[in-house]
Antibody, heavy 117, light 109 residues
Framework: QVQLQESGPGLVEPSGTLSLTCAVS?????????WSWVRQPPGKGLEWIGEIDYSGSPIYSPSLKSRLTISVDKSKNQFSLNLSSVTAADTAVYYC??????????WGQGILVTVSS | QSALTQPPSASGSPGQSVTISCTGT?????????VSWYQQHPGKAPKLMIYEVSKRPSGVPDRFSGSKSGNTASLTVSGLQAEDEADYYCSSYAGSTYVFGTGTKVTVL
């Protein structure tokens, strides 16, 4: 069974960098698929952030591209998200997911990240 | 890249059917047969219910069905049950990126 687990700081200061990691178990990232990040501000809808394939090629949301880096560490079977220059608008629950056929078939439980001083 | 448009709410009595629409453009919903639907209960992660417009993952009841016409996709939940009360989001491939819908809260009366 494929499982994903997000980890990282729950509080980030404004203008700082939000860094999260998604650990994958039950499936080897090196075997394929794309791996994505989605976020959900409190009380609001889902927003696609970006994704990366097993070879390390990322695709970013145009609205976040200038601040975003997604990377993969096949040796640790995990992938990561770095979002720079954060503001309160970046406060959200961040989910990682596995991309099946143009769909997110397995999701992590999510992690709440609050941007505040 | 604007969010896909969904009605904010929908409701139905147990046993009835409810249909949720998801309207996009030719650049997303209308251009690809890659529309997905997700169910989200409060405080939980989204769960895939429909992919590629009308396909159901293993374990999803056949009460859930999807369709598409032009730039609008639809999710129908037949034989509503109490556990179907949740938020539902559509999503579409948009040519290298993805876009989600605004979300619909389904209430079982």
């Amino acid at each position: 069974q494929v499982q994903l687990q997000e980890s990282g700081p729950g509080l980030v200061e404004p203008s700082g960098t939000l860094s999260l990691t998604c650990a994958v178990s039950g499936y080897s990232i090196s075997s394929g698929h794309w791996w994505s990040w989605v976020r959900q501000p409190p009380g609001k809808g889902l927003e696609w952030i970006g994704e990366i394939d097993y070879s390390g090629s990322p695709i970013y949301s145009p609205s976040l591209k200038s601040r975003l880096t997604i990377s993969v560490d096949k040796s640790k079977n995990q992938f990561s998200l770095n979002l720079s220059s954060v503001t309160a608008a970046d406060t959200a629950v961040y989910y990682c997911a596995r991309q099946g056929t143009y769909t997110s078939d397995y999701w992590g439980q999510g992690i709440l990240v609050t941007v505040s001083s | 890249q604007s969010a896909l448009t969904q009605p904010p709410s929908a409701s139905g009595s147990p046993g009835q059917s409810v249909t949720i629409s998801c309207t996009g453009t030719i650049s997303d919903v209308g251009g690809y047969n890659y529309v997905s639907w997700y169910q989200q209960h409060p405080g939980k992660a989204p769960k895939l219910m429909i992919y590629e417009v009308s396909k159901r993952p293993s374990g999803v009841p056949d009460r859930f069905s999807g369709s598409k016409s032009g730039n609008t996709a639809s999710l129908t939940v037949s034989g509503l049950q109490a556990e179907d009360e949740a938020d539902y989001y559509c999503s579409s491939y948009a040519g290298s990126t993805y876009v989600f819908g605004t979300g619909t809260k389904v209430t079982v009366l």
